[in-house]
């Protein structure tokens, strides 16, 4: 494996979020067995077990005051969570789910996913991207870059291929919609 696939991307999203890597000249998702998408749910059980994705999503329905979800529209601001008789800041729990995806990274590509792009709402203000940061941070990672999304959008499709043109890429998230005009 080259020294540029010691880099992954990740996709910290409202609803659902990801992890890729560059392998063997292309982009792909990892993730555990056929599973690639990890749900941006944290809870604690009622047993106080740490949560993280689908089961985290599992028990958001019988104890929604163990469960938070969508954090990422709380990120940058000095609101906190509360997850039984615990409290949390947005970049903590986004923290979680960030580790949670750095493990996946670790089983699929057999070693530690230590650095990291994170990518962000193009409309994130300098508060959020700082969060977002802080959040690769507390998660064990050094954040190379924090890069728009529709701008990553562009990267992981071969966009910057060929001659100079001007692209619409959009990104319909599960909680943002994002459209940027692109010329490269």
Partial sequence: MTDSASVVGIDLGTTNSEIAAFIDGQVRVLGPGSIRILPSCVGLSPSGELLVGQAARNQQVLYPERTV???????????????????????????????????????????????????????????????????????GLEVVRILNEPTAASLAYGLADGGPHTALIYDLGGGTFDVSIVTI
């Fill in 69 to 139: 979800r969508s954090i990422k529209r709380k990120m940058g601001s000095s609101e906190t969570v509360t997850l039984a008789d615990k409290t949390f800041a947005p970049q903590e729990i986004s923290a979680l789910i960030l580790r949670e995806l750095a493990e996946w990274g670790a089983r699929a590509l057999g070693r530690a996913v230590e650095r990291a792009v994170i990518t962000v709402p193009a409309y994130f203000s300098d508060a959020q991207r700082t969060a977002t940061r802080e959040a690769g941070t507390l998660a």
